[in-house]
């Protein structure tokens, strides 16, 4: 009987839930400036595509970094993180080899930074800004996250972001960057542009997900696990590893949303 009740309660609670989401109206605009940059690349790339809900308030962020190795790609909404009673930033940064790894870090602060400001405005909470992104995006989530300086110099705490959950981002030094300075993609390095050089204990929890390890692009899964072995080394309980069978680097978004979803519910609920 009172595995019965607790079953009919998730349910009613399941169809509330559905009941309350259905309910919400969304909004979208696209291409807003963020930027303070003038330069005419600056002006032309750096904008994003916002899609947030008109009649809830305090809602959860997600700022989405596209993919495309950091010489390509183009920013988006993904399709899996609307009606979900979030807002949704799509971001555009600007481009290797047009402009150096530095330039696009600081694009993607920049933009995080322009969010934790400007969230309120599209019905978010600055206390509820979660950063991701697939492949480069991943990257750049990391690096966010895990080197404070680029977030600092915005004047934001890195630490104030509610979780960084990157999809099969490359945590040693990006390949574009290497091969800008002459390196390939089996010559790793680990240096100040690779997210493990920053590992350290207190950081936003971070939920690391790759595609299968022998599917995935060179190394990318063992990479994510050095991260995740060294993280817990350092005593951070709030790092995640998962890894999805039979998925390749691009096929892994797909299911990655739903571990994303699980844990911006669970990070909100206090567990």
Not at 115 to 137: D, I, L, W
Not at 217 to 242: I, Q, S, T
Request: glycine content about 8%; some cysteine.
């Amino acid at each position: 009987m009172k595995q019965f009740l607790v079953a009919l309660l998730t349910l009613v609670g399941t169809a509330i839930s559905y009941a309350q989401q259905s309910s919400i109206t969304y909004k979208v605009l696209t291409n807003v400036s963020y930027t303070s940059k003038t330069d005419s690349y600056a002006r032309e790339r750096l904008k994003v595509d916002i899609y947030y809900p008109e009649n809830k308030q305090d809602c959860p962020v997600v700022v989405w970094f596209h993919g495309g190795g950091l010489t390509g790609g183009q920013k988006e909404l993904p399709a899996q993180l609307k009606n979900r009673g979030m807002v949704v930033v799509g971001v555009n940064y600007r481009l290797l080899p047009k402009v150096s790894i530095v330039e696009c870090i600081d694009d993607a602060a920049e933009a995080v930074a322009w969010v934790f400001k400007h969230g309120r405005e599209y019905n978010g909470s600055p206390r509820k800004v979660f950063v991701s992104g697939h492949s480069a995006g991943g990257y750049l989530t990391m690096m966010l996250g895990l080197d404070k300086k680029w977030l600092a110099k915005y004047e934001v705490d890195a630490d104030s972001i509610r979780g960084l959950i990157p999809f099969s981002g490359q945590t040693i030094t990006h390949f574009a960057h290497r091969d800008m300075i002459g390196r390939g993609n089996l010559q790793p390095s680990v240096d100040e542009y690779a997210p493990l050089y920053w590992v350290r204990k207190m950081v936003a929890p971070l939920i690391l997900i790759t595609g299968d390890r022998e599917q995935e692009l060179f190394g990318r899964y063992e990479e994510n696990a050095y991260l995740w072995r060294m993280m817990r080394l350092c005593g951070n309980e709030n790092v995640y590893l998962y890894e999805l069978d039979g998925f390749n680097h691009g096929d892994m978004a797909q299911p990655a949303y739903h571990i994303l979803w699980n844990h911006i519910k669970q990070i909100l609920n206090g567990k």
